[in-house]
């Protein structure tokens, strides 16, 4: 090689090197942009949201979410992975980010190559919810209902492949009954006919269930987690309805572009984790119902991989295709 050709490389490669430290180091000098891939007003856009706030207070620079819904999350997600690595687009990740993987024949993106994990924020139960004028008080009496009229009982989701829709199917294989899918688009719509009474019952987390129970617009029968959830006290969980095993919950967490340089990965791990311990943010979770976590960028990869390979599972023995 050329030894002035090979000096201008050396060069050019230390520059890049040093504007990767600096930029580290002044990480953010400005906006950072958080996308959620659901429309505003949902269980993501307020976990997003609450974060966010103590996020900008905590780094001195406004943090703005950006809700880009559709098409299963794979809009917004792929906005992200395509995104520049310099860690001010990130993506508030969803369960729907492991399920995809496995849904769609070939997704626009690959959680596990296109993104570097962050941190996990939190997580909150599915719910079996109905509406107060359903004959059944239990999931017992909600299987005995199926099980005598096999085919006529129906539950609803937010769209085939929706975590609602995993996990009603997996109560269905479960439960040993013939229970009639009827999928929506969205979870609003679904659980608004669940509420008047159109289709019988669905799974929903405990952030959107919450305030149509207390309105008592709905009837919660049991929650889908290892221990009862601190909102719905007095409601069992599936193992103690006679599932045990049964669990499936809504998770969220935030991801980067793959690339994004490992020092503003660092510290944004460390500023949400901060912010996840700050006394208003877990009693915005705990009034909620979910739990905050704050797990390392590794744990929240090895958390992610296990997510694809559970509901990898599922979907492959179900034989579940999104739409």
Known sequence: MNPRLCVMTLAAALVAATSF?????????RPIRIVVAYAAGGGVDIVTRTVGQKLSELVGRPVVVDNRPGASTNIGSELVA????????????SSANATN????????????????????????????????????????????LARAKPGQLSYASGGNG???????????LMGKAEIVHVPYKGGA?????????QVAFMFINT??????????????????SAKRSAVFPQTPTFAE???????????????????????????????????????????????????????????????????????????????IKAD
């Open 82 to 93: 395509k995104a520049a690595h310099d860690g001010y687009t990130l993506l508030m990740a």
């Open 101 to 144: 993987m496995t849904l769609f024949r070939k997704p626009p993106y690959d959680t596990l190559r296109d993104f570097a994990p962050v941190t996990q924020v939190g997580y909150g139960p599915q719910v079996l919810v109905t509406s107060p004028s359903f004959a059944a008080r239990s999931v017992k009496e909600l299987l005995a």
């Open 241 to 319: 309805a006679g599932f045990p095993g049964f669990e499936s919950v809504a998770w969220w967490g935030v991801l980067a572009p793959a690339g994004t340089p490992k020092e503003v990965i660092g510290r944004l791990h460390a500023e949400i984790a901060k912010a996840l311990t700050a006394p208003e943010v877990k009693e915005r979770f705990a009034g909620l119902g979910a739990e905050t976590v704050g797990s390392t960028p590794e744990q929240f990869g090895a958390f992610l991989r296990e997510e694809i390979q559970k509901w990898g599972k599922v979907i492959r023995t179900l034989g």
């Open 21 to 29: 430290t600096v930029s580290a180091q002044t990480y953010p000098a």
């Open 162 to 172: 929706s975590s609602q829709h995993l996990t009603g199917e997996m109560f269905k």
């Open 207 to 224: 952030l959107e269930a919450l305030p149509h129970a207390q309105s008592g617009r709905l009837k919660v029968l049991a929650v889908a």
């Open 189 to 197: 719509p679904a659980l608004i006919d669940v509420i008047g009474g």
